[in-house]
């Protein structure tokens, strides 16, 4: 049976479940195995529940580092945004004063071969090192050993060390010891409880702020929506400005205590793939442009929204599962299939952008939309909260 076959037959399946989880199917089928998906959420919630209660009660414990730490995570899985608050967050930290290290696990990054590992475990006595994305100065590995979002903070990111382990009570001591950086950024890391967070920044996803309210894998929630009380700050994503007076009582009701910061993802310029900076399009550029859209992400729909909004006109709009990682084969059937309907070029995403392969020589032009965090309320929150790191009162100090 060839591999290829069961690979389509796997992502067949997982785009099924996803369709499952955000209720855009509503046949027999669907109900079954929705309710076989509410029986495995139960049994995770109870797990999470418990791991929780662990930690509360110092059964397990966390490793302080002696350093500040800034945990930048969210209940959900995926879609709300993340990537661009870390980056926002980690280079005003960085322009205070601070000697930053981002810590990611790294999600679908190449893990060193086995027999690489086999070997170190053989020679060494302590653990293999974190893998080092950027030293502050140079970007040392690429986005398939790296993982999408650490390569691209990477790149953003002069002067800010990222790091690659999942576990990064290692990672962090390791930045800390090699680097000799003061502030650890967790990027990803509100359930990762062994290094605990002097702030913890939560992002809530307007447009979708639990999903459907179930725990995985019957829905998108890691944990309870309860447990938003351990935030520090909320940062409520993809804003259109308008206020959503329930979620922020709903915010409330379990935490009182937290300050809300809204913040919308604009739109900054078209960056051609492979190019340089000189190789830019103002947002202007696609107002009445016929064009193919593909992404592999969490929530394409507010992508493909912006390319409307800015004027374009989608002849073709290909959807990948959340962190697919385009082979030749793929690129070359986009490309085909976008000259076939008439488009001028293609436009993705800065996270899909990462992991493509080159382009045929001749073919369609492939761009990507960058976008950056604009703050549109709480913005002092924002300040207070960055000048929380850089001037910590005595109550943070580790």
């Known amino acids: 049976m060839p591999l290829s076959w069961l690979k389509k037959k796997f992502q067949t399946f997982e785009l099924y479940t996803v369709d499952i989880v955000l209720g855009r199917r509503a046949d027999t089928g669907a109900a079954v195995y929705g309710a076989f998906l ?113 390569y691209m903070l990477a790149q953003n990111l002069p002067g800010v060390v990222v790091l690659v382990d999942k576990n990064r009570v290692k990672a962090g001591a390791y930045a800390i010891k090699r680097f000799g950086c003061d502030t650890l950024v967790l990027d990803d890391g509100f359930q990762y409880l062994p290094l605990k967070g002097s702030l913890n920044l939560l992002l809530v996803d307007k447009t979708s702020p639990f999903g459907n309210g179930h725990l995985l894998p019957r829905g998108v929630l890691r944990e309870p929506i309860k447990h938003v009380r351990r935030a520090s700050y909320v940062f409520l994503t993809k804003s259109n400005g308008q206020r959503d007076h329930d979620l922020e009582e709903l915010i409330a009701r379990y935490n009182p205590k937290a300050d809300i910061v809204e913040c919308a993802h604009r739109p900054q310029y078209l960056q051609r793939v492979g ?124």
């Open 275 to 398: 190019a340089g900076a000189d190789a830019r399009q103002p947002l202007g550029w696609l107002k009445g442009r016929r064009i193919a859209a593909f992404s592999g992400i969490a929530t394409p729909e507010s992508f493909e929204k912006f390319l409307r909004d800015l004027g374009a006109t989608l002849l073709v709009r290909e959807r990948f599962l959340d962190h697919y990682r385009y082979e030749a084969e793929d690129l070359a059937g986009l490309l085909a299939q976008a000259e076939r309907e008439g488009a001028e070029c293609l436009v993705t995403t800065e996270k899909d952008a990462v992991r493509i392969p080159p382009s045929p020589p001749g073919s369609l032009p492939i761009y990507y939309l960058r976008l950056e965090i604009d703050i549109i309320r709480g913005a002092a929150d924002f300040d207070e909260a960055v000048g929380r790191i850089c001037f910590p009162p005595s109550g943070l100090r580790p």
């Open 38 to 150: 509410q029986g495995l959420s139960m049994i995770w919630s109870g797990a999470v529940q418990a791991r929780l209660w662990m930690y509360r009660h110092r059964i397990l414990r966390d490793q302080p580092l002696g350093c500040l730490v800034v945990v930048v995570g969210n209940l959900t899985v995926g879609g709300t945004g993340k990537t661009p608050v870390v980056e926002k967050f980690a280079r005003a930290l960085r322009d205070r004063g601070r000697k930053v290290a981002i810590l990611s696990r790294g999600y679908k990054s190449k893990a060193p071969p086995f027999w690489k590992k086999w070997w170190f475990w053989l020679t060494h006595t302590q653990e293999p090192p974190p893998r080092i994305v950027s030293d502050g100065e140079h970007v040392l590995l690429d986005s398939e050993e790296a993982g999408d979002e650490p």
